[in-house]
């Protein structure tokens, strides 16, 4: 896996960005995301946008679909207690390396209403799953709106603030 996340105590955006995929360990599965939220109202989630998600050259050689992959899946760090999770991709360029569900689940389940999953297009159909279907909603996750990045990041360091055309 190319890309590890935890959860951490502030949005975390990620603008113009390749993730590369890798091979995983030998019976693993790829993660992309697993986010954890404390509560419920939290503010804080991962958002990926106008990225390219794609396998590198390791990976590109596996026969297909003998390494699953998935976008995220939601981190519960204390046994039994609920998942609060927010991700998002938006305007991303997806190859096909990733699972056709995107999502994998926590523990099976996929009853959990407290874990807020956005991409385009749809590929589950999970009562936490959002599909993202306009660009007002879509722009509540861009680094301008999700984490108020034109306030405090530098000139010089490259991001785009709103939705790309």
Known sequence: MALSTSSLAMPQPSSSSRIAISSPLPGQKNTITAQSRAVTDSTTGFSFQDCIVDADAD????????????????????????????????????????????????????????????????????????????????????VKNFIQGDKWIPGDVPYTPGLSN
């Open 59 to 142: 990976f590109r050689g596996a026969p297909a679909g003998t390494v699953e992959t998935y976008l995220g899946r939601p981190w519960q760090p204390i046994k039994n207690s609920q998942p609060f999770s927010r991700v998002v991709f938006i305007q991303c360029k997806m190859s096909d390396v990733i699972n056709p569900k995107g999502w994998l689940q926590w523990d099976g389940r996929t009853d959990v209403k407290d874990i807020y999953y956005g991409v385009v297009p749809t590929r589950v159909n999970w009562p936490s799953f959002h599909v993202i279907q306009d660009s007002s909603e879509a722009d509540k996750f861009t």
